[in-house]
């Protein structure tokens, strides 16, 4: 009877302790800690809010299922194609100065990678059944429509090398399997090699 009087007290006492926390408000890091009364400030989300159900403050954190969390990322993303249009509208020149202010991050980011190996790990993680699913459920959807839109910029690609290719004055062409017809084909090679390294 002792035993459990002095349990009783202590979870009393634990509990008086702890009251006052939580009490406490919920700090707002981009935003000023006071607020009158009359104007609460609104709580945003928090990225990792719709992972975790109400939770406890002590014992194991509450987690959702696996299927239900991909099923909202699927859907909320999915959603989203409107606000990414919107978002890459005007986007252009910070994209541009971004990426060319970024060189030397890439070269260290490749030389670091090539220090993990994680070209080859990532090869390893993704595996063969990856790329063959990917390639039949999207590849084939987005083939046809991808080299339609694309004939503008492949017209562009492809006009230098033509124009290198036509400009060539080549060597009489001899007899099949002949040195002279290997000396065409060197030629035309060079030729594009040095169009390509602007040599």
Same mark, same amino acid.
């Given at each position: 009877?002792?035993?459990?009087?002095?349990?009783?007290?202590?979870?009393?006492?634990?509990?008086?302790?702890?009251?006052?926390?939580?009490?406490?408000?919920?700090?707002?890091?981009?935003?000023?800690?006071?607020?009158?009364?009359?104007?609460?400030?609104?709580?945003?989300?928090?990225?990792?809010?719709?992972?975790?159900?109400?939770?406890?403050?002590?014992?194991?954190?509450?987690?959702?299922?696996?299927?239900?969390? %991909? *099923?909202?990322?699927?859907?909320? !993303?999915? /959603?989203?194609?409107?606000? =990414?249009?919107? +978002? $890459?509208?005007? #986007? %252009? *020149?910070?994209?541009?100065?971004? !990426?060319? /202010?970024?060189?030397?991050? =890439?070269?260290? +980011? $490749?030389?670091? #990678?090539?220090?993990?190996?994680?070209?080859?790990?990532?090869?390893?993680?993704?595996?063969?059944?990856?790329? $063959?699913?990917? #390639?039949?459920?999207?590849?084939?959807?987005?083939?046809?429509?991808?080299?339609?839109?694309?004939?503008?910029?492949?017209?562009?690609?492809?006009?230098?090398?033509?124009?290198?290719?036509?400009?060539?004055?080549?060597?009489?062409?001899?007899?099949?399997?002949?040195?002279?017809?290997?000396?065409?084909?060197?030629?035309?090679?060079?030729?594009?090699?040095?169009?390509?390294?602007?040599?």
């Amino acid at each position: 009877m002792r035993y459990i009087h002095s349990v009783c007290v202590a979870l009393a006492v634990v509990m008086l302790a702890a009251g006052p926390a939580f009490g406490l408000p919920r700090v707002v890091v981009h935003g000023p800690t006071l607020q009158p009364v009359s104007s609460p400030v609104p709580q945003s989300p928090r990225p990792v809010d719709f992972l975790l159900g109400p939770g406890l403050l002590m014992g194991a954190i509450k987690v959702k299922d696996t299927a239900s969390i %991909g *099923a909202k990322f699927k859907q909320r !993303a999915s /959603a989203a194609a409107q606000d =990414y249009a919107m +978002g $890459v509208q005007g #986007a %252009g *020149a910070d994209w541009e100065a971004g !990426a060319r /202010a970024g060189e030397s991050n =890439y070269e260290a +980011g $490749v030389v670091d #990678a090539i220090g993990r190996k994680a070209f080859g790990k990532g090869i390893s993680a993704a595996g063969q059944g990856k790329y $063959v699913e990917n #390639a039949v459920k999207l590849g084939t959807q987005r083939y046809p429509q991808g080299i339609g839109q694309s004939e503008p910029s492949y017209v562009r690609g492809v006009s230098p090398y033509l124009d290198t290719i036509k400009s060539l004055n080549l060597p009489p062409r001899g007899p099949k399997g002949s040195p002279q017809n290997q000396q065409r084909a060197d030629a035309v090679a060079k030729a594009l090699r040095m169009k390509k390294t602007g040599q």
